[in-house]
């Protein structure tokens, strides 16, 4: 701009107003004081009070017929200044202006019109003459309400304008699926979305009812065919679901026929207590595959699960998992007086401490790191903090892991539970609920026949402590569901590492398949279960659809923005040790009792015999110490007849 010591204004003058400056400057412009947006209507006045003099003197009458000229200016602009006041018609933010801000302006410029019409005429009957011409000051009105009404769309218009991307060809042409007040507010909310994301170009009905209507000037489209049709017909690149009328099915089919042909997919919940626009546009968000799951969601009995929890002491295992680290956060919820949070892991269990030690809650926050197998650091908790509900979910839990390292599945996941367990029998805890998987269902693997041990444990525990004490003094229960999306471990994390790397995706069969539930469904449902359990009972959840892990995994890859087998491909690498094309919730012996919850049923398993099983145990526990793995594993299947191991090494001893 300065060229040898000299300023050259053409340069100044061509950066400084260009467009690109120009929208910095907007957008970067705070909002106007109150005190210039009354200058700024007071102008407007001023311009519709001229306006309207000159009207009138050209056609030969008077707008003001009394003397006072002065005075009925003062009395007009201070009563103006009144009434904006009263209907606080400056609070409003100029370039998010509604028809809020035009109402007020309506009824203020009424409230004008009727002081002066009625000072008017007592004016005329004191003095015999007119103040003013009542004909004149109504198109006085008229202008100064369209004037203050015009300059706010102007301004509101000009910020829409300049507050959109320059290059509006980076942004999603995007079609929103709703027509009802949901999906007015999430478009009026993408508007003033900073940095800006999608470029709306219309609305879809379900019904078809109102295609050849707008709204916000935007096109309703008919859907005669399929929805990916449609979005090529018009260029589309995504679609935002904000129809809350869709069932699960139907909203399910939309994401599915959007997904086969790589189109992008939002949702956003309800607009119900939303506060404000930025909140709408933060909650458009792309389809998890969570989001995915047949099923409806989860209704809880706060009431019941509040009396076990609120004002007791919960201990909680394996508590900086994924499984027991939500089951922390959700019984905080219920106000308990005491949370006991035991791991090993020292890190994450740091973690989880700091978390909800943010929460606001009266609740005291104890954290223990120990083993489960330890039983005089386990006996020393109970001792010390005397716990009246114990949520066991501490484990070994990955099968290969454990088809390799036998010993370790016994101590953990059956010892460790049959310490805790007498321990809860011996300090009379309430309540004592342990977190298995289906995987001991049936079992094919280390990993679950270890599970089904010491489901057998607790249940034929609870048998044992109601027998010698004629009373139940502690009730066992055990929670059994399937495979949890998002779990440390679990195929999503794995598949979401893969398809960042690039690919590939790797399952072990075309054919394998799986119940999947998400973390906080799974941990509802297990404090459900608790509340409701009487003891001995193993509760068994309603996992929903089961699901092929190839579709998922080419869901997840379609989600990421790629074309499965083109971008990112899918390698078959073969059945892991103990792993099984499918999973049950039921052994074949079993039947299930419904439960007033319609999600959770109740497994009827045959009982064993307490001295027996807990001698077959410790010998199991004495050979997992000393004895080599097929030594370990043949005591198991002499525990658990139904375990038959499957592209495992120890299927021989089946023979």
């Given at each position: 701009?300065?060229?040898n010591?000299?300023?050259?204004?053409?340069?100044?003058?061509?950066f400084?107003?260009?467009?690109?400056?120009?929208?910095?400057?907007?957008?970067?412009?705070?909002?106007?004081?109150?005190?210039?947006?009354?200058?700024?209507?007071?102008?407007i006045?001023?311009l519709?009070?001229?306006?309207?003099?000159?009207?009138?003197?050209?056609?030969?009458?008077?707008?003001?017929?009394?003397?006072?000229?002065?005075?009925?200016?003062v009395?007009?602009f201070?009563?103006?200044?009144?009434?904006?006041?009263?209907?606080?018609?400056?609070?409003?933010?100029?370039r998010?202006?509604?028809?809020?801000d035009a109402?007020?302006?309506?009824?203020?410029?009424?409230?004008?019109?009727?002081?002066f019409?009625?000072?008017?005429?007592?004016?005329?009957?004191?003095?015999?003459?007119?103040?003013?011409?009542?004909?004149?000051?109504?198109i006085?009105?008229?202008?100064?309400?369209?004037?203050?009404?015009?300059?706010?769309?102007?301004?509101?218009?000009?910020?829409?304008?300049?507050?959109?991307?320059i290059?509006?060809?980076?942004?999603?042409?995007?079609?929103?699926?709703?027509?009802?007040?949901?999906?007015i507010?999430?478009?009026?909310?993408?508007?003033f979305?900073?940095?800006?994301?999608?470029?709306?170009?219309?609305f879809?009905?379900?019904?078809?009812?109102?295609?050849?209507?707008?709204?916000?000037?935007?096109?309703?489209?008919v859907?005669?065919?399929?929805?990916?049709?449609?979005?090529?017909?018009?260029?589309?690149?995504?679609?935002?679901?904000?129809?809350?009328?869709?069932?699960?099915?139907?909203?399910?089919?939309?994401?599915?026929?959007?997904?086969?042909?790589?189109?992008?997919?939002?949702?956003?919940?309800?607009?119900?207590?939303?506060?404000?626009?930025?909140?709408?546009?933060?909650?458009?968000?792309?389809?998890?595959?969570?989001?995915?799951?047949?099923?409806?969601?989860?209704v809880?009995?706060?009431?019941?699960i509040?009396?076990?929890?609120?004002?007791?002491?919960?201990?909680?295992?394996?508590?900086?998992g994924?499984?027991?680290s939500?089951?922390?956060?959700?019984?905080?919820?219920?106000?308990?007086?005491?949370?006991?949070?035991?791991?090993?892991?020292?890190?994450?269990?740091?973690?989880?401490?700091?978390?909800?030690?943010?929460?606001?809650?009266?609740?005291?926050?104890?954290?223990?790191?120990?083993?489960?197998?330890?039983?005089?650091?386990?006996?020393?908790?109970?001792?010390?903090?005397?716990?009246?509900?114990?949520?066991?979910?501490?484990?070994?839990?990955?099968?290969?892991?454990m088809?390799?390292?036998?010993?370790?599945?016994?101590l953990?996941?059956?010892?460790?539970?049959?310490?805790?367990?007498?321990?809860?029998?011996?300090?009379?805890?309430?309540?004592?609920?342990?977190?298995?998987?289906?995987k001991?269902?049936?079992?094919?693997?280390?990993?679950?026949a270890?599970?089904?041990?010491?489901?057998?444990?607790?249940?034929?525990?609870?048998a044992?402590?109601?027998?010698?004490?004629?009373k139940?003094?502690?009730?066992?229960?055990?929670t059994?569901?399937?495979?949890?999306?998002?779990?440390?471990?679990?195929?999503?994390?794995?598949?979401?590492?893969?398809?960042?790397?690039?690919?590939?995706?790797?399952?072990?069969?075309?054919?394998?398949?799986?119940?999947?539930?998400?973390?906080?469904?799974?941990?509802?449902?297990?404090?459900?279960?608790?509340?409701?359990?009487?003891?001995?009972?193993?509760?068994?959840?309603?996992?929903?659809?089961?699901?092929?892990?190839?579709?998922?995994?080419?869901?997840?890859?379609?989600?990421?923005?790629?074309?499965?087998?083109?971008?990112?491909?899918?390698?078959?690498?073969?059945?892991?040790?103990?792993?099984?094309?499918y999973?049950?919730?039921?052994?074949?012996?079993?039947?299930?009792?419904?439960?007033?919850?319609?999600?959770?049923m109740?497994?009827?398993?045959?009982?064993?015999?307490f001295?027996?099983?807990?001698?077959?145990?410790?010998?199991?526990?004495?050979?997992a110490?000393?004895?080599?793995?097929?030594?370990?594993?043949?005591?198991?299947?002499?525990?658990?007849p139904?375990?038959?191991?499957?592209?495992?090494?120890?299927?021989?001893l089946?023979?």
């Amino acid at each position: 701009m300065i060229t040898n010591n000299k300023f050259d204004f053409s340069t100044f003058k061509h950066f400084f107003f260009s467009r690109e400056n120009l929208k910095f400057n907007i957008q970067n412009l705070g909002y106007l004081p109150r005190w210039l947006i009354v200058i700024f209507d007071l102008a407007i006045l001023l311009l519709a009070f001229l306006f309207t003099l000159v009207i009138f003197r050209g056609t030969g009458l008077d707008y003001i017929i009394t003397t006072h000229t002065i005075v009925f200016s003062v009395c007009l602009f201070t009563t103006n200044i009144f009434f904006f006041w009263l209907f606080r018609t400056y609070s409003g933010i100029i370039r998010h202006s509604s028809y809020i801000d035009a109402v007020k302006l309506c009824f203020s410029q009424t409230g004008v019109f009727i002081i002066f019409l009625l000072s008017n005429f007592i004016y005329e009957l004191s003095y015999g003459e007119k103040a003013f011409l009542n004909t004149a000051f109504f198109i006085n009105i008229v202008l100064s309400f369209c004037g203050l009404l015009i300059y706010r769309v102007i301004i509101k218009q000009t910020f829409e304008l300049y507050f959109s991307e320059i290059g509006t060809e980076k942004l999603i042409r995007t079609i929103i699926y709703g027509t009802d007040a949901n999906a007015i507010s999430v478009a009026n909310a993408l508007k003033f979305e900073t940095p800006t994301r999608f470029k709306i170009v219309g609305f879809v009905d379900k019904q078809n009812k109102n295609a050849s209507k707008r709204m916000l000037d935007l096109p309703i489209l008919v859907q005669k065919k399929k929805l990916p049709t449609l979005m090529r017909s018009i260029g589309a690149e995504g679609l935002i679901i904000a129809d809350k009328s869709l069932s699960k099915e139907e909203e399910l089919l939309i994401i599915d026929q959007c997904l086969e042909f790589n189109y992008k997919v939002y949702h956003v919940p309800s607009i119900t207590n939303w506060e404000n626009q930025k909140e709408i546009s933060q909650k458009v968000q792309t389809i998890q595959i969570e989001d995915l799951l047949e099923r409806k969601p989860i209704v809880l009995d706060c009431q019941l699960i509040s009396k076990q929890l609120k004002d007791k002491t919960i201990l909680i295992t394996g508590a900086a998992g994924s499984i027991g680290s939500e089951i922390a956060r959700q019984v905080l919820g219920f106000d308990p007086s005491v949370i006991i949070l035991l791991d090993q892991a020292e890190t994450p269990l740091h973690h989880l401490k700091l978390e909800t030690e943010s929460f606001e809650s009266f609740t005291k926050i104890v954290t223990v790191v120990a083993d489960v197998r330890n039983r005089e650091a386990m006996n020393k908790v109970f001792n010390s903090y005397n716990p009246q509900v114990v949520f066991h979910a501490a484990a070994y839990k990955h099968v290969p892991l454990m088809e390799e390292n036998p010993s370790q599945a016994i101590l953990t996941n059956i010892e460790g539970t049959k310490i805790l367990a007498d321990l809860a029998c011996l300090y009379s805890v309430n309540k004592f609920v342990m977190v298995s998987t289906d995987k001991a269902v049936n079992p094919s693997n280390v990993m679950g026949a270890s599970k089904r041990i010491a489901e057998k444990y607790v249940q034929s525990l609870q048998a044992k402590c109601l027998k010698s004490k004629g009373k139940i003094s502690t009730k066992f229960i055990t929670t059994r569901f399937g495979n949890v999306l998002g779990s440390n471990g679990s195929v999503v994390p794995l598949f979401t590492k893969q398809i960042a790397a690039g690919g590939p995706v790797t399952i072990t069969h075309a054919d394998i398949i799986r119940y999947f539930m998400t973390i906080p469904e799974a941990c509802q449902l297990v404090l459900e279960a608790a509340a409701m359990g009487n003891g001995g009972e193993i509760y068994i959840f309603d996992m929903g659809k089961p699901v092929k892990i190839i579709d998922l995994a080419r869901k997840m890859i379609k989600l990421a923005g790629f074309i499965p087998d083109k971008d990112i491909h899918i390698e078959i690498v073969g059945l892991r040790p103990g792993e099984k094309l499918y999973e049950e919730l039921l052994n074949d012996t079993s039947k299930t009792l419904p439960t007033y919850h319609e999600k959770i049923m109740i497994a009827e398993d045959i009982l064993d015999d307490f001295d027996l099983l807990n001698n077959h145990i410790e010998d199991l526990i004495n050979k997992a110490n000393y004895f080599g793995n097929d030594d370990i594993v043949a005591q198991m299947k002499k525990i658990v007849p139904e375990f038959r191991s499957m592209n495992s090494a120890f299927a021989i001893l089946d023979k």
